[in-house]
């Protein structure tokens, strides 16, 4: 007996990936000394069985199925019997999608996303480079002024100080430590971000809060006093107009700070807010449990107390009214927003926000916080529908980072990196595979030369606050990272830089992963990398747009193909620090390309790839025949 389905592979499943509602697949298997053989497919919990017909000259059977008219997630496996025993296909454990196997007993089910097809990302996304920026840490302006902090912020006067956290004895923050970062500061470096040819700015919370990192947004209509005004704002959002830069702004609505116009627990606003007063407009928005004292809050952080999404006072000011939250800043110059955890968000608000932000600017994105594969997210006991059409142009793509952070460690082989990102092409719509925000560092995790300097391996007895890696870990760190960096820069989606990182900043877990830009004290080696890759992206549009696939290597040299009808790129990247790697494609061997990296001519009969290299090998009609 035989059978085989191969869910990547067009002569099983096509069309591949994601469908549009209302469209068909034709599903196939290869399989001999079989019978009663049927397709099981489940939708909306309900199970179908479709008889699948025996071409009659080929061991091939085939079935074509019309998509349900609504998105959603179908499952699919088969059933047959051999020899008079029962057995069962799908995919493997893992869930990945791909080859499958047998099973004597019911197996994971195959997945295909079905989605509506309304709209498509603007090019000015899709085809970007984004530069993440926390705006406390990246440069003081001209407007910097102590008086714009409130009464219990400590400042440091040092803008190469250490971060610190000023606790309680109970954990809590006490005191609030900042660098001063400004709105104006960022626009006076403009011009550095067009020289890494960004064209996206997304930024960290800038609404006024208590905290440092403004998650705990205590006015959602004014711009953080410590940072400007809303004139500041404006004329940050009309210099990266001039300069082809688009913003996008976080957005933290699933709480606010218990120290906010709404919340009000200290009485520091003229306001009557919900924890002062039942009577208050604001106390609909909040759940309590024991008022005032207690009530839910994100993640049993009281100072982030809970919002109700759902209530209709509470979405009219965020997103639905003429002058909302959402409405507001897209007119002052915001191309898109970021939703902080949009996985405590229902579903309608989401849906409702996107309504609100086309209305403002059809070729405006949301970005949403998604930890894992965002297309079968299960958060709070329900499936969510972030790639439904309706709610998110894109996700953080955390996956990505994981996956080839490990791999550069060696802590997963090419297949199982090439596996894990296969099956997200399988899953996800293409806009929303294109769209990818593939991030390498961010503010939520350590700073990558300290990850790839494997810090915590050499940290001895060190405080992580003054820790740096040795030369010869330093000088490793960054060789990894070149090669992680090219790899992000070349794949499909959108890079995101995390601002510092292209300039050798380290640091551990919050709050060292936020130190301030080194402004003078750059490595500029690593600067002039980024400059290199960052214009490799911008002026290749078949890393913007072209289509991929990865090729079978060894464990430690990871291969794929991006192209379009133009171009042919081959990149592969040897991990490995001490041996050499070979690719050598059958089908090309006879050709010559151009390494757009070391920008000399290259043989592909074989590709010789040293120790912890990487190679951007592109083929044009006149250097091939077969392209």
Avoid at 172 to 199: C, H, M, P, Q, R
Avoid at 449 to 456: D, I, Q, S, W
Wanted: glycine letters at 6%; a negative charge.
């Amino acid at each position: 007996m035989k059978f085989r389905h191969h869910s990547w592979e067009l002569a099983y499943r096509k069309p591949f990936g994601a469908l549009p509602i209302g469209s068909a697949v034709t599903l196939r298997v290869y399989a001999t000394e079989i019978d009663k053989l049927k397709l099981r497919t489940y939708f909306n919990n309900q199970e179908t069985s479709h008889p699948m017909i025996k071409s009659r000259q080929t061991d091939y059977w085939e079935v074509t199925l019309e998509m349900p008219v609504i998105p959603g997630l179908l499952w699919y496996d088969f059933s047959f019997c051999s020899r008079g025993r029962a057995y069962a296909y799908g995919t493997r454990h893992d869930h990945l999608g791909g080859e499958g196997r047998i099973y004597e007993t019911k197996p994971p089910s195959y997945q295909i996303t079905i989605y509506d097809p309304k709209r498509q990302s603007p090019a000015w996304y899709s085809q970007g480079i984004m530069y993440q920026i926390f705006p406390d840490r990246f440069n003081r302006g001209a407007d910097f002024d102590l008086a714009n902090f409130h009464k219990n912020a400590i400042l440091h006067p040092n803008w190469n100080d250490n971060p610190h956290y000023f606790r309680e004895k109970d954990g809590g923050i006490k005191y609030w430590d900042f660098f001063g970062g400004t709105l104006a500061g960022i626009t006076e470096k403009l011009d550095y971000l067009k020289s890494l040819n960004v064209t996206i700015l997304y930024l960290n919370p800038i609404f006024k809060a208590r905290s440092n990192h403004r998650y705990d947004t205590g006015d959602y209509m004014t711009i953080d006093p410590a940072l400007g005004t809303q004139e500041s704002f404006e004329t940050l959002a009309s210099e990266c107009q001039k300069r082809g830069i688009s913003i996008i702004l976080d957005g933290v609505f699933s709480h606010t700070g218990d120290d906010s116009l709404y919340f009000n627990r200290y009485g520091n606003y003229p306001e009557v807010g919900a924890y002062q007063s039942k009577d208050s407009k604001y106390y609909p928005w909040y759940t309590f449990t024991d008022y005032p004292k207690t009530y839910t809050c994100w993640w049993g952080v009281d100072a982030m107390p809970n919002t109700n999404e759902m209530h209709p006072n509470f979405q009219a000011f965020i997103y639905k009214s003429k002058d909302s939250v959402i409405r507001h800043w897209m007119k002052s110059g915001a191309s898109g927003w970021r939703l902080d955890v949009a996985d405590e968000l229902p579903d309608p608000f989401i849906m409702g926000l996107k309504e609100t932000m086309i209305e403002e600017n059809p070729d405006s994105i949301l970005i949403g916080e998604v930890w894992e594969d965002a297309s079968r997210k299960v958060a709070y006991e329900e499936l969510r529908s972030y790639f439904s059409g309706y709610e998110l142009d894109a996700v953080m793509n955390y996956p990505f980072r994981e996956t080839f952070i490990d791999f550069v460690l060696s802590d997963k082989s090419s297949g199982l990196a090439a596996r894990i990102m296969m099956s997200l092409y399988e899953h996800y719509p293409k806009d929303q595979f294109m769209g990818n925000m593939n991030l390498i560092g961010s503010h939520d995790r350590r700073r990558i030369l300290n990850v790839l300097g494997e810090a915590y391996k050499h940290q001895g007895k060190n405080s992580q606050k003054n820790y740096r890696l040795d030369d010869s870990h330093y000088a490793l760190a960054v060789k990894r990272l070149k090669l992680l960096s090219l790899i992000q820069f070349t794949f499909p989606g959108v890079p995101c830089l995390y601002y510092g990182d292209e300039a050798g900043v380290q640091g551990f877990e919050d709050p060292y992963n936020r130190r301030t830009y080194p402004w003078g004290n750059e490595d500029q080696d690593l600067l002039s990398w980024y400059r290199q890759i960052t214009k490799l992206r911008a002026d290749y549009a078949v890393f913007q747009n072209g289509s991929w696939q990865p090729y079978e290597a060894s464990d430690d040299l990871f291969v794929f193909e991006r192209r379009n009808e133009d171009t042919l790129c081959f990149c592969l990247f040897n991990r490995n620090a001490r041996a050499v790697h070979l690719f050598k494609h059958p089908d090309f061997s006879g050709c010559k390309g151009f390494d757009l990296i070391s920008e000399e001519a290259i043989s592909l009969n074989p590709i010789v790839l040293p120790p912890l290299s990487y190679a951007i090998v592109m083929i044009t009609p006149d250097t091939c025949q077969t392209v």
